[in-house]
């Protein structure tokens, strides 16, 4: 079983940055490809970025390339989402997922873990 907690959400001003963590439990943390995603109120849960098992390849929506990096340490079994730039339109819950197959996958099928999301907030 893996378990996922995410941490680093919070409220901040329209320009600012925040670090997003993922604590994965369990086994074989370096095999599962990582991602993640948000969901706003009302909203489709979307994805946001995802990095394969090795941190080599990571993939980005297009709304936030250039402006969020992802990264994982496979010896402290953590991924990362670094969001610079944010804009308001980037408020809502932020989930993370542990996918074995997932490769660097956009839709939410591919994954089979999944956090309970961190909010984050950005106001204008």
């Known amino acids: 079983q893996v378990q996922l907690v995410e941490s680093g959400g919070g409220l901040v001003q329209a320009g600012g940055s925040l670090r997003l963590s993922c604590a994965v439990s369990?086994?074989?943390?370096?095999?599962?490809?990582m991602g993640w995603f948000r969901q706003a109120p009302g909203k489709e849960r979307e994805f946001v970025a995802a990095i394969n098992w090795s941190g080599i390849r990571t993939n980005y929506a297009d709304s936030v390339k250039g402006r969020f990096t992802i990264s994982r340490n496979n010896a402290k079994n953590t991924v990362n989402l670094q969001m610079n730039s944010l804009k308001p339109e980037d408020t809502a819950l932020y989930f993370c997922?542990?996918?074995?197959?997932?490769?660097?996958?956009?839709?939410?099928?591919?994954?089979?873990?999944w956090g309970q999301g961190t909010q984050v907030t950005v106001s204008s």
């Open positions: 997922a542990a996918g074995r197959y997932a490769a660097i996958a956009v839709v939410t099928t591919s994954y089979d873990y």
């Open positions: 369990g086994r074989s943390f370096s095999s599962y490809a």
